[in-house]
DNA sequence: AATTCTATCAACCGCCAAGTC
DNA sequence: CGACTTGGCGGTTGATAGAAT
């Protein structure tokens, strides 16, 4: 069931996730956040490639996922989806909270298509089965597919029940296709599920408490140091930083560290995904405000500002100093602390 | 007990869309 | 406009556990 461990020819590692890598990347992204999935590896100490920890984190690792022991009711769900528009695993997994696309797609192939089959006719089966085609035509195929009923219906209530008009991007593009918004299903999975960070503590947890979703985010010890490193040579955030006293620490701070195009991209490319999610509509909010008011979601704001918020048994294995990113400690030190790392250990 | 077969599912791969330069 | 980067999606693989022989 687990594939033998192996390296590219990078010298990143492949197969199987050790229980250790594990715990650096959840004790990082629950830290930190996935603020660029190419780069986290790095900085969370990892020898993957950034495609491998996002798989990683979001089909095994992500807190509140389901595993095994499908309800009679789930299975309904993904049958009934499945006939309405075929191998769509992602916009069915939003449908189902805690099971990942991947998790819906084996059970799909494992249990539910036999079942199908014995059940109904074979022509019925055909109607949906792309299984005849090249995995190309058959995306090109799905992506031609006229907007039709159920999926039209699911995405639309999951647009119309979103608690804010998600701003499109930062690009400044205000028209969302009906085909990026059923494409995009990722999006239809945050507006379902919630914000990829408070949702898992939304969902069924009832500590969260009301004042906590609205308390400030922009203190010193809520910011990841990589953000800063990020976002404070653009001026990002300087009306932000007037307020507290973080600017003392970044003026105090040796030169601006400088991008590379890619990580500017990168972070225009976050700045847009937290501004759609998150950020009521506003049309007078850019995108870097919106990124800054949102920030507190898409950062690990609720490990930082109170652990109590938590599940100490969720929590207790990544609070340790050994997980830590020595680049983490660089940073730290950047910013004039002095690597004790407080409410961390 | 040894071997073969089957089911499971974590993980990889290639492709695509969107955004940026 | 094309090249490039990144995140996301669906198809597929392959190691392993358990069942069957």
Redesign the pocket.
């Known amino acids: 069931?687990?594939?033998?461990p192996s390296c590219?020819k990078n010298g990143l590692k492949?197969?199987?996730?050790t229980a250790e890598e594990d715990r650096k990347l959840t004790a990082y992204v629950t830290r930190y956040g996935?603020w660029?999935?190419?780069?986290l590896p790095k900085f969370a100490g990892l020898s993957r490639c950034?495609?491998?920890c996002?798989?990683?984190w979001m089909?095994?690792l992500r807190p509140n996922i389901k595993?095994?022991n499908y309800s009679q009711e789930e299975e309904d769900t993904i049958i009934k989806l499945h006939e309405s528009m075929g191998?769509?695993?992602?916009?069915i997994a939003a449908q189902l909270p805690g099971r990942t696309?991947?998790?819906i797609?084996?059970?799909w192939?494992?249990?539910l298509k036999k079942r199908v089959r014995q059940n109904s006719s074979v022509s019925n089966e055909e109607k949906h089965d792309?299984?005849n085609l090249a995995?190309?035509e058959?995306?090109?195929k799905?992506?031609k597919q006229p907007n039709n009923s159920l999926a039209n219906q699911i995405t639309s209530q999951i647009i119309d029940s979103s608690p804010s008009s998600p701003q499109?991007?930062?690009?400044g593009?205000s028209t969302i296709?009906k085909?990026?918004a059923v494409?995009?299903?990722?999006e239809a999975?945050e507006e379902t599920s919630g914000n990829f960070w408070t949702e898992p503590f939304l969902i069924d947890c009832s500590f969260v408490s009301s004042d906590f979703l609205e308390q400030p985010f922009m203190n010193t010890e809520y910011i990841s140091p990589v953000f800063d490193e990020f976002f404070c040579p653009y001026g990002l955030y300087e009306e932000k930083l007037n307020s507290n006293n973080l600017s003392q620490i970044i003026d105090s701070s040796p030169s601006s560290p400088q991008l590379s195009?890619?990580?500017?991209?990168?972070i225009?490319?976050d700045t847009?995904?937290a501004t759609s999610t998150n950020m009521a509509a506003d049309d007078n909010v850019t995108s870097s405000e919106a990124y800054a008011e949102t920030s507190g979601d898409f950062w690990p704001q609720p490990f930082s500002a109170d652990n109590s918020y938590v599940p100490n048994d969720f929590l207790e294995p990544f609070m340790d100093a050994e997980y830590l990113s020595p680049v983490f400690d660089e940073f730290m030190c950047l910013y004039g602390f002095d690597g004790e790392h407080e409410g961390f250990n």
């Open positions: 069931m687990v594939r033998t590219d492949k197969g199987t996730w996935c660029n999935w190419r780069q950034g495609k491998s996002r798989l990683r089909n095994y595993r095994g191998n769509r695993w992602s916009v696309d991947n998790e797609k084996n059970h192939h494992t249990n792309t299984n995995p190309r058959k995306r090109q799905r992506l499109p991007c930062s690009s593009s296709s085909d990026t494409a995009t299903s990722t999975y195009s890619s990580e500017l991209s990168s225009t490319r847009a995904a």
